[in-house]
Structures are given as structure tokens and as C-alpha cells.
């Protein structure tokens, strides 16, 4: 179980990785030197996996976002095996879940429009072994997509 302390840092560090330590410590009520050893411990326990940049992916150019719910003929393992590392492997895919009921795998994907993403599913999606049925949900409108874990300080 995190400390207090821990859960202000973490919330503090999603809201903007690039704080500094200063600015960070005066946030959450510590010396400079004691944040600093504790976002370290943070960061080796693993708790702090990487920091990274959240993109607005329409302003990027990604126009399309879909929800993709993939089921698996049979499970045997080299066919969910091939189909973890292939989807690991494209960028598309945003995310990756591997969820009971209805499907067996959740997958968030963005692509530049409907060709792209009709071009994935053909050239990709429908070309894995043991894929038996695949369902879209085209995004409409993103509501909340915050990434930040749920702390209350």
C-alpha cells in the first residue's frame, strides 16, 4: 500500500512529468532531497514504469479511433502467443487488453482515416491465425480519456 506522500507525488508527477524536483517537493510538502529519494524508490519498486507524452491524436493527424473486440477460434497458446507479440508490434494499437466475456481481446487503435483503419483490418487484423471474429466501435466522441490513476489525496 502507498503512503500519502507516494499518492501526492504520483498524482502531482501525472498531472506534469516535467516538474521539477523543487517545484514537485514544494507540492507535495517535502524537502527537495527526501521527494527526490522517494520518486526514486518509486521509479526502482517499478510503480513509476516510464514517462512519456500524451498526444491529442486528432491533431496529429489520426482522425479515426476505434474500439476492436477480437475473439480467438481456440486458445491454444502459439495462436494468442503470435497475436500478444504482432499486436505488440503495431503502432496503431494504443492499447491491449485481454478481457473475459464476449471477446477475448480489447484493443484501442488510431489511424489517419477509414482507408487506414480498413487497410489494418485487411492487412493485419484478418490475417492473424486463430482471429474468429472481430468487432469495430468507431469513436464518436472522446469523453474522458484521462490516463492518470484514480489517487485521492
Known amino acids: 500500500m502507498l503512503e500519502s506522500k507516494d499518492r501526492r507525488i504520483l498524482c502531482e508527477l501525472q498531472r506534469d512529468s516535467r516538474t521539477t524536483m523543487h517545484e514537485l517537493a514544494d507540492r507535495v510538502g517535502m524537502s527537495s532531497s527526501a521527494c527526490w529519494r522517494?520518486?526514486?524508490?518509486?521509479?526502482?519498486?517499478?510503480i513509476i514504469r516510464r514517462y512519456t507524452v500524451i498526444v491529442d491524436t486528432k491533431k496529429a493527424g489520426f482522425g479515426l479511433s476505434s474500439m476492436v473486440n477480437?475473439?480467438?477460434?481456440?486458445?491454444?497458446?502459439?495462436n494468442v502467443d503470435h497475436f500478444v507479440?504482432?499486436?505488440s508490434r503495431h503502432p496503431e494499437v494504443l492499447e491491449?487488453?485481454?478481457?473475459?466475456?464476449?471477446?477475448?481481446?480489447?484493443?484501442?487503435?488510431?489511424?489517419?482515416?477509414?482507408?487506414?483503419?480498413?487497410?489494418?483490418?485487411?492487412?493485419?487484423i484478418f490475417k492473424?491465425?486463430?482471429?474468429?471474429?472481430?468487432?469495430?466501435?468507431?469513436?464518436?466522441?472522446?469523453?474522458?480519456?484521462?490516463?492518470?490513476l484514480p489517487f485521492r489525496v
Open 128 to 148: 492473424l491465425p486463430g482471429v474468429s471474429r472481430v468487432r469495430s466501435n468507431i469513436v464518436l466522441k472522446e469523453i474522458k480519456t484521462d490516463t492518470a
Open 96 to 124: 491491449c487488453f485481454a478481457t473475459t466475456g464476449e471477446a477475448d481481446f480489447h484493443l484501442r487503435v488510431v489511424v489517419e482515416n477509414m482507408d487506414a483503419y480498413n487497410e489494418f483490418l485487411d492487412e493485419f
Open 85 to 87: 507479440r504482432e499486436v
Open 38 to 46: 522517494r520518486v526514486k524508490a518509486l521509479e526502482s519498486d517499478g
Open 70 to 78: 477480437v475473439s480467438l477460434a481456440r486458445h491454444e497458446q502459439k
